[in-house]
């Protein structure tokens, strides 16, 4: 049996009383989403709603690049998605962040530069990287992934992307047809060198943050394996798993929305 909660929607449910699911007054906590690569804030609607309605502050932010937001691909770096955070986050306090995927690289660096005004970082499907690390160092440690066989390089137009034919392998293996050939049928490029830049952490700042992870069973992109080195080598003990691909938000959106709001409080 894998080691970790196993968290299944009607045992996560009955765990919830009765009065926070009909409190609706805002808590002093702002929960920040980050989404992952190839991906935008458009894709946490779900999870964001129902956020919403348990009484959470929520702000979904959209990396520039990413959705509808066309800033040009020679613009976008680490340091633009960094920066976009921050300024959604301003100076407000008790920050949770939610990063997915790639968005786990973001939500580190955030964390390192503005650690006091953050409460906890609950990483889903997510990289964790070390200091020094980027996506595509600890990427080419995943002997799981289905990424490498279906990716498509263009360093001279400084974009990644996937093969259409491998979309729904990759991503959402487990979500219904008509939503694959909609992720597949859309799929932006994805800026290259965000994913190859190393993140500058240290061990009093970023290092002494609370952190939880939510692990995704049946991910294509981040293997299990990986996921489970990356949460033993940050020592990260607070740990759920999904019997999920690599977009819970998908398919236990509702389930997901539990887990964080749970571990908002």
């Known amino acids: 049996m894998k080691n970790s909660i196993l968290v299944l929607a009607m045992l996560l449910?009955?765990?919830i009383t009765a009065?926070?699911?009909?409190?609706?007054a805002k808590n002093e906590n702002t929960i920040v989403i980050i989404h992952g690569a190839w991906s935008s804030s458009n894709d946490w609607q779900h999870v964001s709603e129902d956020l919403i309605a348990g009484g959470n502050s929520v702000i979904a932010v959209n990396?520039?690049?990413?959705?509808?937001?066309?800033?040009?691909?020679?613009s976008i770096s680490l340091k633009l998605y960094v920066d976009e955070v921050k300024k959604a986050i301003g100076s407000k306090q008790n920050v949770v962040l939610v990063g997915h995927s790639f968005g786990g690289i973001v939500a580190s660096q955030v964390a390192e530069e503005i650690a006091p005004q953050l409460k906890k970082i609950i990483y889903i499907a997510a990289y964790v990287p070390k200091n020094g690390e980027s996506l595509l160092t600890i990427?080419?440690?995943?002997a799981e992934s289905h990424v490498g066989k279906n990716l498509i390089v263009d360093e001279k137009a400084g974009i990644a992307s996937i093969k259409k034919e491998g979309i729904a392998d990759v991503f959402l293996a487990d979500a219904p047809k008509q939503v694959a050939d909609y992720v597949s049928n859309n799929l932006k490029p994805e800026p290259l060198a965000p994913l190859a830049t190393p993140v500058m952490l240290t061990d009093s700042k970023f290092g002494k943050i609370n952190k939880v992870f939510v692990y995704s069973l049946n991910d294509h992109t981040i293997g299990y394996s990986?996921?489970?080195k990356m949460t033993k080598d940050a020592?990260?003990?607070?740990?759920?798993?999904?019997?999920s691909s690599h977009t819970p938000f998908i398919m236990f959106p509702h389930v997901l929305a539990q887990i964080i709001a749970l571990e908002a409080k």
């Open 139 to 142: 990427a080419q440690t995943d």
């Open 235 to 243: 020592g990260i003990e607070r740990l759920y798993s999904l019997p």
């Open 13 to 15: 449910l009955t765990t």
């Open 63 to 74: 990396l520039p690049g990413h959705g509808s937001d066309n800033t040009p691909i020679s």
């Open 226 to 228: 990986l996921q489970q």
């Open 19 to 24: 009065s926070s699911q009909t409190n609706k």
